[in-house]
């Protein structure tokens, strides 16, 4: 490593990252902690049989979909099982889901069409709250 600094070898991105006045590297963290999975694993397995809804959305802890893209999804009305379409209203983006049951009974889920995994929210690009959504199965 002879004729070779430490500020040789760091890279100019790097050096701007250390500054703690510059607030860009936040916006590269985050986005990189967001899946980006096209869609989702379960993509491949959706079949669309006519049926749809619209509404609000609502989000779910999980572990699941952060490493392997499974998203899951809690909705009324459709069968366990079933790969749903989810198509945020705002931006377009869509997530593919399986539905594990029923929205559970209680005061965070009046007014939901569905909820979704935390993992298939943040790759619509959805952090917390409601959104609008499209659902389709």
């Given at each position: 490593?002879?004729?070779?600094?430490?500020?040789?070898?760091?890279?100019?991105?790097?050096?701007?990252?250390?500054?703690?006045?510059?607030?860009?590297?936040?916006?590269?963290?985050?986005?990189?902690?967001?899946?980006?999975?096209?869609?989702?694993?379960?993509?491949?397995?959706?079949?669309?049989?006519?049926?749809?809804?619209?509404?609000?959305?609502?989000i779910f802890k999980s572990t699941s979909g952060w490493?392997?893209?499974?998203?899951?999804?809690?909705?009324?009305?459709?069968?366990?099982?079933?790969?749903?379409?989810?198509?945020?209203?705002?931006?377009?983006?869509?997530?593919?889901?399986?539905?594990?049951?029923?929205?559970?009974?209680?005061?965070?889920?009046?007014?939901?069409?569905?909820?979704?995994?935390?993992?298939?929210?943040?790759?619509?690009?959805?952090?917390?709250?409601?959104?609008?959504?499209?659902?389709?199965?």
């Amino acid at each position: 490593m002879a004729g070779r600094s430490p500020k040789a070898v760091m890279p100019a991105a790097d050096t701007a990252a250390s500054n703690s006045r510059n607030p860009a590297p936040v916006a590269t963290v985050s986005s990189v902690s967001a899946p980006h999975f096209g869609g989702g694993k379960f993509r491949a397995d959706f079949t669309d049989g006519g049926k749809s809804v619209t509404g609000q959305a609502g989000i779910f802890k999980s572990t699941s979909g952060w490493q392997d893209g499974k998203y899951y999804a809690l909705i009324n009305d459709v069968p366990v099982g079933t790969i749903v379409r989810i198509t945020d209203q705002a931006t377009g983006k869509s997530v593919y889901a399986k539905v594990l049951g029923q929205l559970p009974d209680m005061k965070e889920s009046v007014g939901l069409t569905v909820r979704l995994s935390n993992a298939a929210a943040a790759e619509l690009g959805e952090g917390e709250g409601r959104f609008g959504v499209g659902v389709s199965w």
